[in-house]
Each structure stands twice: as C-alpha cells, then as structure tokens.
C-alpha cells in the first residue's frame, strides 16, 4: 500500500493503473481486524466519491449503510456490517478499470475487487466456508461425474426437473429456477484428441502454432466452442491442438481460496511450458480464464518465470483471429449471419484491457450487424445460481437483457458463455418471452459464418 503521507495529493493521472502482487502466503494477509481496517479506509475513500453507484449492488449498500448510520459517516457503521458489501461483489473488476479515479498508482490506493478477494480469503481463513457454494465450484471434479452420466445429469438439473431441483435447493442451497449449465458425453479434450490438420491454402499456414486452453466450459458444457475455434484456426493454417490441464481456478478465487489457485497456476504453467517453448501461443475460450491466465496468477506467483511466461503468450480466441486477420488476412469463405448479433462484452473481457475484440472479429463477418452491450451481466459465476445471490444477480443483469431485447437481433453471443445463458435466461422468462435469440460464443458464430458449424 501506498504512503499517502508522502506522496502529494493529485486528481486524475496519465499513469497507467497498477496491481500490486497478492500476498497470499503471508499470515499478516488473513488477519481479519487488519482486513477491517484497510476496508475502513478505502471504503471511507468511496463515500466521499460515489462515482461506481451504479456498477453493481455493492456500493448502494455500502452506501445505504452509511447513509442510514447514527453519525452519516462510516465510523458509525459496525464492521460486521461489511458482509454485505462483500456478499453483491462479483469480482468484475470494472469499478477497479473503468470507475474509480484513485486506483494504484494514485496515493489513495483504491482497489475494491482485491480488497473483497482478501477479505474472502481472511474470513475462509478463520473458518467460514460456504460448503455448498466450494463444492459447485470445484469444475474438474463436477465434469468428469456428470460428464460419464451426461443425460442423466442434464435431466436431474433441468429447469423443467421441478421435485430434482427443489431438494438441489433445499441441500445445496441453488436456486430452482436458475439455469444451470448442460454437460456433453465427450469433453472437448477427447473429442479433438487427435488435431484438425491445417489448411495449406490458409494465410498462416507455416507461420502459426496455438494450443488452444479448452476451459471447464468448453471442456464439459460446450465442446462445440472448442471445436468451432479448432476448425476456424485449421482454415487460417494455424496449426492448432487442445489441452486441458485442468481449471483456471476462477470458481476458488471468488471464494477466497488462494493456495488452491496458487497450485493450480503452478502445475497449467507447467503444462503448457513446454508448448510455449515449441513457439506455440496459448489461446483461452473464456474471459474469465483468459483474466486468470494473463493477470491474476502472475499477481498470485510475482517473479515465477514459468507463470509469466504463460501469461505473456495467451490470447483470448477473439484476440487471436483478429490478429491473424491483422497480420495476415483471413481465409476467404465467410458468409453474412442472418438476422444481425448482439454481442456482450463481458467484465473479464474487458478487464483484459485489449478491447472489443470479439465485437472486432464478428464485424469481419460480410455484411454484419453488430450491436455492442458494455454492461454486467450478473451472473458471476455461482454467484448467479445461489438462492441467497440469484436475486441480485437478476436485478443487476435486468438493464443488460433490457439493452439486448431493443436491439432485436437473432443471435445472442458473449465472452462469458455463462453471462450469455444468463442474458437470455432473463430475456425470456421476464422481459421478451417471444424473443429468442439464438446463443451462442462469439467464435461459433464466425466458424457458422464460414459453414463450419
């Protein structure tokens, strides 16, 4: 943290933001009364700026609480009280990128998002887990049971499934009404064991080589991502493969398990290291796992050669193309997508701080509309499941399903496949029950536009 006391005060900078590394093996981090006092101060910061009020539901609490206080002011909020804060934090990331004005290296020192991750992390510390939500987050484990039982999975967790999905809540506190992702019988990993062989006419034939980091989603719930995003790269030439490791972690960080993740970074590093050292750039089909990958783990492993190695050489999958369309031009074949696209660009894709690619790579499609939504979706990963978070969850996602409603288009696309299902979950059982736009990952739909899918 920055000495206020000696760095002159300023507004504004032309400073690029900073993180500073995540502390998580000292014990001095999990101290809860020094966590308090650190939320006490930046909180405090908040009060006297109120510029994220709108983000998320984080910061209307937080600031009804100290608007309804005996004193107006934070000293007269009980600690306790932060809970609440924490409890409507998704870990998004925006008021950290796109809000706050006093973010590192400004001497305030404002950073919300790891502000909450370590308070999760001091809390589990001390003892207080939600089981139910650790054990929904445990991805690898969860996808190969379900995985061998696919469609008696899918039927048990279907919305439809009403008596299945009421004793679901009532042990494991999910929400009966949420929509939770299918499973596929072959994970992306067996279903492309062996690679698609690269076109020789593609531009990037003999210039290329990506392995593609299937994710959790892909490798269990959507195998078809993995394999559109194969078959687009095999037409462009690159020579392409899959691998999945195992998860990025992203499920443990939100519950504050950082040595897990830690673990995880080290043994994917290791993974991948020898990849990397072939020339092969690592290419992610989700905006959270690219987030990980690129800035989280070498926050989590400051100074490890293999982490940031790995982080250097990853590309979201909408990043790639639209560099190899930079560099090289793209296959020809694309045709127009009927009925125009209405993309969601997703907090973790836009915390990488690459911009809209996927928006950039859909508009290479001839003859596209494409229409931009740059607002949270709600979901947060179990956050958007969990009867105790659904209904924020809901309240914060309405504007974004009201945006996608009024755009019209016939397909709906996002970075965050889970942020997609979340969308149109909403439009259709609250906002547009007429409307139903297709879903869909923004890749699957350039690979339809080129008749590969």
């Not at 755009?407 to 696309?413: P, Q």
Request: proline share 7%; charged share 25%.
């Amino acid at each position: 943290m920055t000495d206020a006391s000696k760095t002159p005060a300023r507004e504004g900078s032309l400073d690029a933001p900073f993180r500073h590394p995540i502390d998580w093996r000292a014990e001095a981090y999990y101290d809860l009364a020094k966590v308090e006092a650190e939320m006490e101060r930046q909180f405090d910061v908040c009060h006297t700026c109120r510029r994220c009020f709108n983000l998320c539901d984080s910061f209307p609490r937080l600031f009804d609480l100290i608007d309804e206080s005996p004193t107006g002011e934070l000293d007269s909020v009980p600690k306790a009280q932060y809970a609440k804060v924490d409890e409507a934090c998704t870990l998004c990331d925006m008021c950290f990128l796109t809000k706050c004005p006093y973010v590192p290296p400004h001497p305030f020192d404002i950073d919300i998002p790891h502000l909450i991750l370590r308070y999760r992390a001091a809390r589990r510390h001390a003892g207080e887990k939600d089981v139910a939500r650790e054990e929904l987050g445990r991805t690898d484990r969860n996808g190969k049971l379900a995985a061998a039982v696919a469609p008696l999975a899918n039927w048990a967790t279907s919305q439809s499934n009403k008596p299945v999905r009421k004793l679901i809540e009532a042990i494991g506190g999910v929400d009966q009404d949420a929509l939770l992702p299918t499973y596929a019988s072959k994970t992306a990993s067996r279903l492309l064991r062996e690679p698609l062989a690269p076109s020789p006419d593609g531009p990037a034939f003999g210039r290329r080589r990506a392995v593609i980091y299937a994710t959790c989603i892909a490798e269990y719930n959507a195998p078809q991502t993995a394999e559109a995003a194969a078959r687009v790269l095999a037409l462009q030439g690159v020579e392409a493969r899959v691998l999945y490791p195992e998860c990025c972690g992203m499920p443990e960080l939100e519950a504050g398990n950082l040595t897990s993740v830690a673990s995880r970074a080290d043994r994917v590093a290791a993974a991948f290291a020898p990849y990397i050292d072939e020339g092969f750039e690592i290419v992610t089909l989700t905006a959270s796992c690219g987030l990980m990958t690129k800035f989280e783990w070498p926050l989590l492993h400051p100074g490890d050669h293999a982490v940031a190695r790995l982080s250097a050489a990853t590309r979201d999958i909408c990043e790639y193309v639209v560099g190899l369309s930079r560099e090289f031009g793209l296959a020809p074949g694309l045709s127009p997508v009927e009925g125009g696209i209405t993309l969601h660009h997703a907090c973790h894709a836009r915390a990488q701080n690459v911009g809209a690619k996927s928006a950039e790579m859909l508009r290479l499609i001839p003859e596209a509309k494409v229409d931009v939504i740059e607002r949270c979706s709600g979901h947060g990963g179990t956050f958007g499941v969990m009867k105790e978070t659904r209904p924020i969850a809901l309240k914060v996602g309405a504007p974004t399903a009201r945006q996608a409603a009024q755009k019209g288009n016939a397909n709906l696309c996002s970075d965050c496949p889970l942020a997609c299902g979340h969308i149109g979950e909403i439009l259709a059982e609250t906002i547009a029950e007429d409307a139903q736009p297709r879903r869909a990952h923004p890749i699957e739909i350039l690979a339809r536009a080129y008749g590969l899918a």
